[in-house]
């Protein structure tokens, strides 16, 4: 959900950093935001990575940022955080 316009020279600096050349093949992004403290955006979010993932496991899920995915709710709610923590 971060900085998702510049997802393609992140990639690049992160092959050339590495020594990585070619596609990675595993990599899967999803470049938009998931209100995690809401149950119907979760499900809707499990729904399309299980589609792209052909119903495979994810291996590891990164989750850019805590801002971009908590819209309409507050991170200093302890009930909004516990929402957000319950949707990871």
Do not use: C
């Amino acid at each position: 959900a971060e900085g998702a316009t510049g997802i393609k020279a992140r990639i690049a600096a992160w092959k050339k950093h590495y020594g990585v050349s070619g596609k990675l093949p595993n990599l899967m992004l999803m470049p938009s935001t998931v209100n995690l403290h809401r149950s119907n955006s979760v499900e809707t979010f499990i729904g399309a990575m299980r589609e792209q993932l052909d119903n495979r496991n994810p291996g590891f899920v990164v989750v850019d940022t805590l801002a971009r995915n908590l819209v309409g709710g507050n991170e200093n709610s302890s009930q909004d955080m516990g929402m957000f923590v319950e949707g990871l």
